[in-house]
Nanobody, 117 residues
């Protein structure tokens, strides 16, 4: 089993920054991809960013240039640095762990990010 624990959400002003953390524990030997997703009220869950074991990253177009995904292998932790936050970034953000072909997904509990005007 894999457990993912997220932290770092909160309320920020537009233009501000937040750093989300996701710590993984358990049987994680086969994990190759970790990602951040978000879901706003009334919306489908959407991919925000992914990072592979080798460090390759991908971002949704809506966050390119503003968000950065990174990892600390020693701590089995993935981060999402969110800068220049916009009102439309408001959502519950979820951490996920996947195999190399997205054949499975483990999910964190989610952390609320609210951006105010």
């Amino acid at each position: 089993q894999v457990q993912l624990v997220e932290s770092g959400g909160g309320l920020v002003q537009a233009g501000g920054s937040l750093r989300l953390s996701c710590a993984a524990s358990g049987i994680i030997f086969s994990i190759n991809i970790m990602g951040w997703y978000r879901q706003a009220p009334g919306k489908q869950r959407e991919l925000v960013a992914t990072i592979t074991t080798s460090g390759s990253t991908n971002y949704a177009n809506s966050v390119k240039g503003r968000f950065t995904i990174s990892r600390d292998n020693a701590k089995n932790t993935v981060y999402l640095q969110m800068n220049s936050l916009k009102l439309e970034d408001t959502a519950v953000y979820y951490c996920a762990a996947h195999g190399r072909r997205y054949e499975y997904a483990y999910w964190g509990q989610g952390t609320q990010v609210t951006v105010s005007s």
